[in-house]
């Protein structure tokens, strides 16, 4: 469904990223990991054209978006959602008209067919009878399905998360990977996620992406990328082991 190949990414005389080739098949979710600074949020970027390669193709559905017009990138985009980092919900509107903007701004359905897709996204992400209350009344995890509700609201083929685990408490960035496993096989989607989360990465993908310093340095299944011996991957499970640790003392020390 989507096929990076040899794409580069300057800003200026920086290589931000560096001939990146990978596939991603219909139905999957990929997560794309790495550190600050690495790349992986660029390349989400492009992915969703919002910026267009220095060089090389991004293939989506047939079509290389880095050669298509504004316009003809708006029609693609049009099967894609987008998660956001810290949600990014208009806090000057309700639940109900964030989940209903983009269908009011692209679509010709009445107010009624818009307030039925409305009620039947919030309650796929598991929210119920939330649609007159304002963003400022939600909890962070309240936020983070609202915004995957106004981001399946057009019925997309793909779904891309920016951090969606940022600012979470652990038992809340479970359930949130929990509702991205569900999405995926409710909806049938393709769901990218960058993340910082190595467990919250092993929980949700198919396969694992990890980005070092612009450069794509593996590619696997969950599995086999647990398994590579490259010292890079092996920080991140090392630091997941840290974390872990830490975690496990502050909880013993309350007892």
Not at 62 to 87: H, K, N, P, T
């Amino acid at each position: 469904m989507i096929a990076l190949k040899h794409v580069n990414k300057d800003f200026g005389d920086k290589a931000a990223l560096k001939d990146i080739s990978f596939s991603i098949e219909d139905g999957e979710t990929i997560a794309i990991i790495g550190g600050s600074g690495s790349g992986k949020s660029t390349l989400l970027r492009l992915l969703v054209g919002l910026i267009r390669p220095t060089s090389g193709e991004i293939w989506i559905d047939g079509q290389d978006i880095a050669a298509l017009d504004e316009a003809e990138l708006d029609r693609v985009r049009l099967s894609m959602g987008m998660v956001f980092q810290y949600s990014a919900l208009f806090d000057s509107m309700t639940v109900g008209d964030n989940v209903a903007f983009g269908l009011r701004e692209h679509t010709k359905k009445s107010e009624a067919e818009i307030a039925e897709i409305v009620t039947e996204k919030l309650w796929q992400v598991g929210l119920k009878g939330v649609e007159n209350l304002m963003p400022n009344e939600l909890s962070g995890g309240m936020k983070k399905r609202v915004g995957l509700a106004r981001a399946i609201a057009f019925g997309p083929r793909t779904i891309f998360y920016d951090e969606p685990s940022s600012g979470l408490d652990p038992l809340t960035t479970e359930k949130i990977d929990e509702l991205i496993i569900e999405m995926q096989k409710k909806l049938g989607v393709t769901s990218i996620v960058v993340t910082h989360d190595m467990a919250s990465a092993c929980r949700i993908a198919d396969r694992i992406a990890m980005i070092y310093e612009g450069e794509l340095i593996a590619y696997a299944p969950v599995k086999e990328f647990r398994e590579l011996k490259d010292p890079r991957v092996q920080a991140f499970f090392h630091t997941l082991r840290m974390e872990r640790n830490s975690g496990r003392n502050e909880e013993e020390g309350k007892q």
